[in-house]
């Protein structure tokens, strides 16, 4: 095994019954504001039961389930217990990676990477989250010779699980999952590959580099071909966030072109610190509105059940990551919004920065004046470093003061965690943590640490027995693989 992934179950609502044990065993929804119209950012496995889902509108969830107990989301809360959560896995193993507000990856080295030692390790991070953060906090982990299918192994056993994807289990394990099981694989990669003629993954496995390449529509699908075979080639200095997004839905006062003026400033204002935070440059401006109107001329309806006509446009700047740049292009964007009478109540607005481009590829402009630039970045440091330590509304472009107290952050990382600083939204999955250079040497000197320690401890001879599957909680018992094993991954649950 040489990666093993950690995914917390149910974690927003998880950490909420570990703080008021009066939610435990009860069905838990976590809401960004307390409203019908509003959807669940996450939900415990009570409230699962009944149906209820991260997205689930809360008015829906209530009919899923009488019951429901709604809990408004604490995001500093939540960053805090994540800290505390990569601390007590780092007491038995280096974080290499962290995905997301509930997910990490550790790369397993020596000693570490056969299969006993790895489950057992894998049992001793879920016994130190239980001992040193919460007794009630569980998680899935998945072992894999790569990530990406460590990743797949995490969600295949929920909750609690451990599942460990062993090379000459691979291809019957991942022919019983559904293309949608693939991380990766949404609505539209799915519909590109039913266009394609696939639609099981045994179709899918079948495919050879060259087709996959072409079903996927470029070098992800190549890579997917090596990955899906178990093949480790993962680097983390070449992965990057690929954009970044913010958007809220307006409240009833803002729902004017001022009021929706004054929030794209504030979403942009975020978005523009996220992005320096990253150390990303962005070449790519986009502005979305939406209207509501009239059913008869609504184009579609937003989830909150408003009828709804959507504008959207983007444009192309030149490689930057301050804030008066981006502001410039928000500003001729919103000078070409609609302006007719189907386009007057605007009640939802979203910036996204596309065609992000890290630190160390950023290239000069021939035609930027090079003293400007570092004056504005001097600039964008200096009211970065002020928001980051007395929050986000000390100091802003005055063009977005009508919206101050507008768009809190509900559930983010625009705190600055110990171990990294990353930038989640709602939609977690699609979330990225960039690590810190720091947090990166830290991992490397403990890395070279337990090398040196390897390299003096007299080795051992390796089990001649795989362990196929233990299932019971708390189980130490291994059972030895046989003919009937090779139809199912190894399974354990603790």
Not at 124 to 152: D, E, H, M, W
Not at 218 to 230: A, C, D, F, V
């Amino acid at each position: 095994m040489q990666w093993l992934f950690l995914d917390l179950n149910s974690y927003f609502a998880s950490v909420e019954q570990e703080l008021r044990p009066e939610l435990r065993g009860r069905p838990v929804a976590v809401v960004p504001v307390m409203a019908d119209t509003t959807c669940a950012i996450a939900a415990s496995y009570e409230a699962k039961a009944f149906g209820v889902r991260t997205g689930t509108q809360i008015g829906e969830a209530k009919r899923l389930c009488p019951g429901i107990v709604l809990v408004e989301a604490r995001h500093e809360i939540y960053v805090d217990y994540h800290n505390r959560i990569v601390e007590a896995v780092e007491r038995c193993v280096p974080v290499a990676a962290v995905m997301s507000i509930d997910e990490m990856a550790a790369h397993l080295i020596g000693r570490e990477q056969p299969l006993f030692a790895a489950l057992a390790l894998a049992h001793r991070i879920k016994a130190s989250i239980q001992k040193n953060v919460g007794s009630t906090l569980r998680c899935s982990i998945g072992l894999a010779p790569n990530r990406y299918l460590a990743k797949i192994a995490s969600d295949m056993d929920k909750p609690d699980g451990l599942i460990a994807l062993t090379p000459d289990l691979l291809s019957t394990a991942l022919s019983q999952l559904t293309l949608r099981d693939l991380p990766g694989v949404g609505a539209r990669m799915e519909k590109r590959l039913h266009e394609s003629g696939i639609r099981t993954m045994p179709q899918l496995l079948a495919l050879d580099r060259e087709q996959m390449s072409k079903a996927w529509g470029g070098i992800g699908g190549e890579k997917l071909w090596h990955w899906l075979r178990g093949e480790d080639f993962h680097d983390a200095e070449l992965e990057h966030q690929k954009s970044i997004s913010q958007s809220h839905v307006l409240p009833p006062e803002l729902r004017t072109d001022d009021g929706c003026y004054a929030v794209a400033h504030k979403l942009l204002h975020k978005a523009a610190m996220r992005l320096r935070t990253a150390r990303l440059w962005t070449t790519q401006v986009s502005l979305t509105i939406k209207y509501a109107t009239a059913k008869a001329q609504a184009e579609g309806q937003h989830s909150s059940g408003i009828p709804q006509t959507v504008w959207s446009q983007g444009l192309s700047v030149i490689e930057c990551q301050d804030s008066q740049t981006l502001v410039e292009a928000l500003c001729k964007l919103w000078a070409g919004r609609p302006q007719d009478a189907k386009h007057a109540k605007p009640f939802f607005i979203g910036v996204w920065l596309g065609n992000l481009v890290p630190d160390h590829l950023h290239t000069l402009s021939l035609f930027s004046n090079l003293e400007s630039e570092a004056k504005r970045t001097r600039l964008t440091s200096t009211m970065d470093a002020l928001n980051h330590k007395y929050g986000t509304a000390t100091l802003f472009p005055a063009s977005m003061l009508l919206a101050r107290a507008a768009a809190p952050t509900r559930i983010a990382f625009t705190l600055t965690a110990k171990k990294s600083t990353a930038a989640t939204s709602i939609t977690k999955k699609a979330a990225k943590h960039t690590m810190s250079a720091g947090a990166r040497a830290k991992i490397a000197a403990a890395q070279k640490a337990r090398w040196a320690k390897l390299r003096k401890a007299p080795k051992k001879a390796a089990p001649a027995k795989k362990a196929v599957s233990t299932k019971s909680a708390g189980a130490k018992k291994k059972t030895p693989g046989g003919p009937a094993a090779a139809a199912t991954p190894m399974a354990a649950g603790s």
